[in-house]
């Protein structure tokens, strides 16, 4: 017999161990289908619309602190400081002062020469002198010095 003259007519002439086999094997495959595809589906589905859910209340959020984050002022450039006593001042106090040299640089902008500095230290250091003194990096090499961590960079900053 092959499965494409398979009836209800010819099951029932089937001897009772391969009715009991047919059976089984029927019952398997609605379990493997429910098991293995409709299950793991719905959990998909339903992380799906749990994550657009946070994404959608993440963005209601936003949009309610846009306009005031709009009316923040700018950055200010350092309170009338010169860039060099900014920079040297914020690198001193972030405890770069000792891998730490400068030079003017065209522009009215300032080269900064590190050695063997930290690289999480230096990151900070710029994303503060970014942050609170406007100061913005034109370019920036930095390379590894040897040490883990510790890092050669010349950066030319400039006030925004």
Request: charged content about 15%; glycine content about 10%.
């Amino acid at each position: 017999m092959n499965l494409g003259s398979l009836s209800l007519d010819s099951i029932a002439t089937l001897p009772p161990r391969e009715r009991r086999m047919l059976g089984i094997g029927a019952v398997a495959l609605v379990l493997l289908l429910i098991f293995a595809v409709l299950l793991p589906l719905d959990r998909g589905v339903a992380q799906a619309q749990q994550r657009l859910a946070r994404k959608k209340v993440d963005l209601a959020w936003m949009q309610s602190v846009a306009p005031d984050i709009a009316t923040l002022p700018a950055p200010s450039a350092g309170n009338g400081e010169s860039l060099l006593v900014i920079v040297d001042r914020s690198a001193r106090e972030s405890g770069l002062g000792k891998s730490f040299s400068t030079e003017p640089s065209g522009g009215g902008g300032i080269a900064v020469r590190m050695e063997k500095a930290p690289f999480d230290t230096l990151i900070a250091w710029l994303g503060m002198l970014a942050q609170q003194n406007g100061v913005v990096v034109d370019s920036a090499t930095i390379e590894k010095s040897g040490a883990p961590g510790l890092v050669n960079a010349a950066i030319v900053l400039h006030q925004g």
